[in-house]
């Protein structure tokens, strides 16, 4: 008696969409569904991995390196591929989101790289998911433009020569898409955004001088990497493109993940091309981690919290001292300020701020930067021209100098800085804002002049809950409570209210996203991800 045959991907509760069919092809849910049997179960022990190793952490209030690794980094002789050409120089990389005007903007703002985003810059609406790739297969076969309703301006693509070569990111591990599903079961959201652009775009890249680069985000072992890996194996089979065609970048944006960069890059290594150091995300993951480690493990305001801190120092020195050792591009963090259009003396600070950023991150060795805007390209470039010349990137210096133990990594109290309540106020205007602006799907968002994403409303929500848990006392003699943060929030929901009117107020989600920060900050039973139980209330 045969088999059954594999039970098809199923698409639950979701509206049809216009041109979905391009994206929602029989063959491409095929390959989503055998990525799902194939892997899934291994990626549900790594999630079970991550929670035994958060209650060791809690535990002990320390990480080091793995003894049983060791030989990895000891071994000096291995290095990841060699880089393609497409991706040698990376010294200007934008983010953003993959709605139609980003596309375009993004891959005209004269950056080498676009990071396509399908995470913390993308708020999951089934809508997001599929038109987003859409619009990047438009991108690709040049069938793509866009005319603003509002202002009634035109955008349109330049030539091939001029476009920045996109690093698509998928959603981390920890996510699911309730709109596919097989046997009942939701599918990964990493296989989802992986799956579908990898399917459609992996030949037409190829055919374009490129190929079918992505970043992964919320990595936490080389486990972990281990498993992409062998995702990536599969998949190059599957389509009949050559072993090592698929490039990847990890972001280094959890604190365990800093205790196995080698590793990682190991792991990755036939396809492997760098390492990213966010910050975010980073400080999310240490609280996360450390949250009861005591008074020494307490975070002060995150904006007291620049890439200059000790700690954080030790972290960005590491990683590219790890990646030249091992071949590999050293990409650093976000410079995530707005222009605005009607301040030039805000411009003048901030643009000040930025360039003296990219200053260090170029002078420290790394091999590029993010920016979030367009109008960053050019004072990230000029930092990176500075340094590297006509060199594609400066992966030939080693770093041998740096020397990083594994106490400097979580030494938090070496900052000398303490939570303020100006700092609360703020992690709650943010948090509150940032919510109502996913609720309604946008995951890239202007507050105060930067672009946040998910990573910021994590950072936020983290810090009220440590500084609550950890009875903080701030300057003006308030101590960090419940009541206070409640105080604090139906201040700013008032404010809010005030701000843009009753009737705007009214058709936003306002009240919503503050009931889900204060119940993400409050609630005892710290949530891993702040996006797990926003999804939840995410229509669409």
């Not at 079961?185 to 652009?197: C, K, M, R, S, T």
């Not at 979580?410 to 900052?415: G, P, Q, R, V, Y």
């Not at 003006?476 to 929901?493: M, S, Y």
Request: charge should be negative.
């Amino acid at each position: 008696m045969s088999a059954p045959a594999p039970s098809p991907l199923a698409i639950v509760d979701a509206e049809p969409l216009p041109r979905q069919e391009e994206v929602l092809t029989e063959a491409a849910l095929a390959f989503v569904a055998e990525l799902h049997r194939r892997f899934t179960p291994r990626r549900d022990e790594l999630l079970a991995r991550r929670a035994e190793r958060r209650a060791e952490i809690a535990r002990t209030s320390t990480l080091d390196f793995l003894p049983e690794t060791a030989a990895i980094r000891a071994d000096d002789s291995w290095r990841v591929a060699p880089c393609p050409p497409a991706l040698q120089d990376r010294r200007v990389e934008i983010t953003g989101p993959t709605d139609r005007k980003m596309t375009i903007n993004a891959l005209n703002s004269g950056a080498k790289v676009w990071l396509a985003d399908f995470e913390d810059a993308s708020a999951p609406t089934w809508e997001n998911v599929v038109l987003g790739q859409l619009n990047l297969i438009d991108a690709y076969t040049r069938n793509i433009d866009f005319t603003d309703p509002k202002s009634g301006k035109s955008y349109a693509l330049r030539p091939n020569d001029e476009l920045a070569t996109v690093v698509m990111r998928p959603r981390g591990w920890h996510l699911n898409e309730r709109h596919l599903q097989v046997d009942g079961q939701q599918v990964p959201g990493a296989f989802v955004d992986f799956g579908l652009y990898f399917f459609h775009n992996a030949q037409r890249l190829l055919d374009l001088g490129k190929g079918p680069y992505f970043y992964l985000p919320k990595t936490e072992s080389h486990l972990e990497a281990r498993l992409w890996n062998d995702v990536f194996v599969f998949a190059q089979d599957h389509v009949g493109i050559p072993q090592g065609t698929i490039r990847a970048t990890v972001l280094i944006e959890t604190i365990t993940a800093a205790y196995e960069m080698e590793e990682i890059l190991y792991e990755l290594r036939d396809h492997a091309s760098g390492l990213n150091a966010g910050r975010w995300d980073y400080l999310f993951s240490i609280v996360k981690n450390f949250r009861d480690g005591g008074a020494e493990f307490v975070l002060p305001d995150r904006n007291a919290v620049t890439m200059t801190a000790p700690f954080m120092r030790a972290y960005t020195e590491l990683l590219v001292r790890t990646c030249h050792k091992r071949g590999a591009h050293a990409i650093g963090g976000m410079a995530a300020f707005i222009p605005s259009r009607r301040d030039a003396e805000v411009n003048k600070v901030a643009f000040e701020k930025v360039r003296a950023d990219k200053d260090r991150e170029a002078n420290d060795g790394f091999d590029g930067s993010w920016v979030a805007h367009p109008d960053l390209v050019p004072i990230a470039m000029e930092s990176f021209d500075k340094v590297l010349g006509d060199k594609p990137n400066q992966k030939d210096r080693l770093r041998e100098d740096v020397d990083v133990k594994a106490e400097d990594l979580i030494a938090i109290d070496s900052l000398d800085a303490k939570p303020t309540y100006a700092g609360l106020v703020n992690a709650v205007q943010v948090g509150i804002r940032y919510i109502e602006a996913w609720l309604r799907g946008l995951g890239a968002v202007a507050i105060f002049n930067l672009m946040e994403d998910a990573a910021t409303a994590e950072i936020s929500r983290s810090q009220i809950w440590q500084w609550i848990n950890a009875g903080v006392e701030f300057e003006n003699g308030e101590k960090a409570t419940p009541e206070l943060a409640r105080k604090v929030a139906a201040e700013e929901l008032a404010n809010i209210r005030a701000e843009i009117g009753e009737e705007a107020f009214s058709a936003g989600h306002w009240q919503q996203a503050h009931d889900l920060l204060l119940e993400v900050s409050l609630d005892e039973d710290y949530a891993d991800f702040l996006t797990l139980p926003a999804y939840e209330q995410l229509k669409g």
